[in-house]
């Protein structure tokens, strides 16, 4: 298509600033739902004199009619990044995939070229037509940027004076300040600091930081407060030094009501560790309520490899998606692009799904999990794909569970993660099982994946991430080199059911009946009978005083959550097979022992839980119902030839009984915890 393309000046020609404002509108409101459309005079500063006093140049692009087809703005840095020159291009959603774009682009890059600049960078949003056009073009993507949104609702104070307790006491020796509108001169020279301590933020290869000093802080702010936006600004003064060495800003805007505008939030490297970067945002927001109060959400950005503010804005409660760009981004509550790794010129969607609708996602997860099993547990049988299924669709606890799935920009699956929220205990905790595909590993992808991962668990107000690893494997070298804290030692054992253990079993059944006179045996398979369910709920509560990891709290089990995992397993083809030692005295169930085994590893039978009560302990029950168990399956599934069974390494009574079976070690396991409270 043929169009004409003329500069004009945005200070002078109105009409044909409107013209370029109105696309922009219209786009962000197609390529972006759910955002706020910033008000014209917001755009009129960025395209005449800007925020940063850089040059910069406005172009129209118009077809044969004189109809405004798309426009650009070009800005050229002239005090760092001077071989770059930032493009801001805009094709009307009506003049799409006819050539605009292209014909726009190409001018764009010829008028950088003759101001010397080596390298074109623009934003683009990810999942709308920019990100796909950049992609045709053979554009290189930057590092993800993070928007999230934070709604002022009634729930906001009490988590605002939550914060505020826990952060206080880390912040001795400091104050705070506030101010509306121009900064006091005396406080210029620490704020151009502060900016400049911004560097050490992650940003796209190549780019160099800003460099601030008074002047370039004061031109900034004479040019947003002249379109009409206010700013607000809250600082962290060190009381010793007096100087100023942290501080958040946020700016509102007449023409986009209900709105704030996260300017900019920095503390000093030296004063890092104080908290301060969350205590002057909980300020920012005790300020704007009493002078703003028509401000509902406040909206802010940060990279995705910004550890340290990632958490501070997701402990106020913030909403969050991941977008390539500094800027301009769509809403896309379930799915985030991120940079991958130390790969800046790859990127990487992380979405979540629903197991059990999304069949294709569920078999890409368990495909990458099972590629990975000689590697992760070998020697292990494998996780059969109903029972994977059961864990990710349903779980066997009806806590509740996310799933995400992560692919490269080809759309194929490189890792995913199950994170799951305990709900009646260990509130502080969520648990996560994670996998990357083998042939991608080493790439940054499980570094990237766990911070996504880490980011839900704070979303949900958990400090705490658990995943479990097998000894001297990939994850277990990953996992340290995060810094997780290592949990207890876990070990698995297997015993093979063959002609050496039916020799052994007459010896043993001989001393464990001794020994458990005044008790009988019963047995079932599949669910629980109703006759016995509050007392197995009761036993499987007796494991309570078992070893476990250091701040974990024992599972209380109910009625509720035994028939849960009971229905799971029958849904997703888990046959379960119970043996339980009632005293006779009280006809009450005082012993338990539990195996399952699943269809697609037929010589397989897994120990779930083997307990007895406080009370009986003593009379050799547990050796009593495991003999009988294994007496249960010769008759009633005499294909099983091997049983997994795991313990905690200091739980020396259940390690001698089966020992005294012939279970051999297989496996050391253990938890690793990362504190996301430190990250924050």
């Not at 010896?507 to 599949?526: F, Q």
């Amino acid at each position: 298509m043929s169009i004409r393309i003329e500069q004009f000046d945005a200070a002078t020609d109105t009409e044909r600033l409107r013209n370029c404002y109105d696309i922009v509108a219209a786009c962000s409101r197609a390529d972006a739902p759910g955002l706020p459309v910033r008000a014209l005079p917001f755009y009129r500063n960025r395209w005449t004199t800007g925020f940063g006093g850089l040059r910069r140049q406005t172009w129209l692009g118009a077809d044969a009619a004189g109809q405004s087809v798309g426009c650009y703005l070009l800005i050229l840095p002239d005090q760092e990044n001077l071989t770059r020159a930032y493009c801001e291009l805009v094709v009307a959603p009506a003049w799409r995939r006819l050539g605009a774009g292209r014909t726009l682009l190409e001018h764009c890059a010829s008028q950088a070229r003759l101001a010397g600049r080596l390298r074109l960078v623009s934003e683009a949003i990810e999942g709308a037509p920019g990100s796909s056009f950049a992609a045709v073009v053979g554009a290189k993507s930057g590092i993800a940027e993070v928007l999230r949104r934070l709604d002022i609702d009634a729930e906001l104070p009490s988590r605002l004076a939550t914060l505020r307790t826990a952060a206080r006491p880390l912040a001795d020796g400091y104050s705070f300040v506030t101010w509306i509108g121009a900064s006091p001169a005396d406080t210029l020279d620490d704020q151009a600091l502060l900016s400049t301590a911004m560097a050490d933020a992650p940003r796209d290869e190549g780019v160099d930081p800003e460099t601030w000093d008074t002047e370039r802080m004061t031109e900034l702010e004479r040019v947003c407060l002249s379109t009409g936006q206010q700013f607000y600004s809250v600082a962290a003064r060190h009381e010793a030094s007096g100087r100023l060495v942290a501080i958040t800003r946020v700016s509102v805007e007449s023409g986009t009501p209900g709105w704030g505008f996260q300017m900019d939030t920095a503390v000093l490297p030296a004063h890092r560790g104080h908290r301060l970067g969350l205590l002057v945002k909980a300020e920012m927001l005790e300020l704007l309520a009493s002078h703003e109060p028509g401000v509902r959400h406040i909206l802010t950005g940060n990279a995705a490899r910004t550890i340290t503010w990632l958490p501070s804005t997701s402990s106020l409660g913030s909403p969050s998606s991941a977008y390539s760009g500094a800027g301009n981004s769509t809403w896309r509550p379930n799915a985030s692009w991120c940079g991958r790794g130390d790969r800046l010129d790859l990127v990487m969607l992380i979405e979540r799904f629903d197991p059990k609708a999304d069949a294709s996602k569920l078999r890409a997860c368990f495909d990458m999990t099972e590629a990975g099993w000689p590697v992760d547990r070998p020697g292990e049988p494998g996780w059969a794909y109903d029972s994977f299924a059961g864990k990710w669709a349903r779980g066997f606890d009806p806590a509740p569970q996310q799933a995400f799935l992560a692919t490269d920009e080809s759309g194929v699956p490189v890792g995913c993660y199950l994170l799951t929220f305990p709900d009646r205990e260990n509130l502080t905790i969520a648990n996560c099982i994670m996998v990357v595909d083998p042939a991608r590993r080493r790439e940054g992808i499980g570094t990237v994946i766990i911070a996504h991962c880490g980011e839900q668990a704070r979303r949900a107000g958990r400090s705490r991430l658990i995943s479990y690893a097998r000894e001297g494997t990939p994850g277990a070298v990953f996992a340290a080199a995060l810094g997780a804290r290592p949990g207890i030692e876990e070990v698995d054992r297997v015993l093979e059911v063959d002609a050496a253990l039916a020799a052994r079993i007459p010896d043993l059944r001989a001393i464990a009946e001794r020994h458990a006179t005044g008790y009988s045996l019963v047995s079932w398979i599949g669910s629980t009978p109703d006759e016995y369910v509050d007392d197995v709920v009761r036993v499987n509560n007796a494991i309570a005083d078992a070893p476990r990891d250091e701040g974990v709290e024992p599972t209380a089990w109910d009625v509720e959550r035994l028939r849960h995992a009971e229905q799971t397993a029958a849904e997703y083809g888990i046959t379960s097979y119970a043996v339980a030692a009632r005293h006779d005295g009280t006809g009450r169930l005082a012993a338990l022992t539990e195996v399952v085994t699943e269809a697609e590893t037929p010589d397989w039978g897994f120990q779930q839980i083997t307990a007895v009560l406080a009370e009986h302990r003593g009379h050799r029950l547990g050796l009593l119902v495991k003999v009988a168990m294994l007496d249960l399956l010769t008759e009633r599934d005499p294909n099983v030839r091997h049983i997994q069974t795991g313990n905690a390494g200091a739980n020396e009574y259940m390690i001698a009984i089966n020992e005294q079976l012939g279970f051999t070690v297989l496996a050391v396991h253990r938890g690793w915890e990362l504190d996301l409270a430190d990250q924050s």
